[in-house]
Nanobody, 119 residues
Framework: QVQLVESGGGLVQPGGSLRLSCAAS????????MGWYRQAPGEERELVAT???????NYADSVKGRFTISRDNAKNTVYLQMNSLKPEDTAVYYC?????????????WGQGTQVTVSS
C-alpha cells in the first residue's frame, strides 16, 4: 500500500506564490509518474502538471510560465511551485503518483490541499 501526504496549501493574494509538496511512502519499488491535478467547486478535476521519472514535464496551458513541477526521487516527493497566482487558480489540489510496489502496479491520490487566491 502506498500513502501520499500533501502539504503547502493556503490562502494567498493574487500575484502571490505557494509551494505544494506531496510525499509518497509505503512498499514502493519504483515511481514513474507524478503529477498534480485540481478541482474547483462545480468543476471536473483537471490536470495541472506532470513529471516522469526522466524529468519530462507537461503543463496545462493555463499554468504554463507560472507553475513549475519538480521531484526528488530520493525522497519520493513531488513539488509544485506556483507563482503569479490568480483567483481562477483557486481549487483543491491533488497529487497523483503511479508506480510499482514489489507486487503490482499502483496509482495513488493524495487527500487534497486547498489553495485559495483572494484579496
Amino acid at each position: 500500500q502506498v500513502q501520499l501526504v500533501e502539504s503547502g496549501g493556503g490562502l494567498v493574494q493574487p500575484g502571490g506564490s505557494l509551494r505544494l509538496s506531496c510525499a509518497a511512502s509505503g512498499s514502493i519499488f519504483s515511481i514513474y509518474h507524478m503529477g498534480w491535478y485540481r478541482q474547483a467547486p462545480g468543476e471536473e478535476r483537471e490536470l495541472v502538471a506532470t513529471i516522469t521519472n526522466g524529468g519530462n514535464t507537461n503543463y496545462a496551458d493555463s499554468v504554463k510560465g507560472r507553475f513549475t513541477i519538480s521531484r526528488d526521487n530520493a525522497k519520493n516527493t513531488v513539488y509544485l511551485q506556483m507563482n503569479s497566482l490568480k483567483p481562477e487558480d483557486t481549487a483543491v489540489y491533488y497529487c497523483n503518483v503511479k508506480g510499482r510496489t514489489f507486487i503490482s502496479d499502483f496509482t495513488s491520490w493524495g487527500q487534497g490541499t486547498q489553495v485559495t487566491v483572494s484579496s
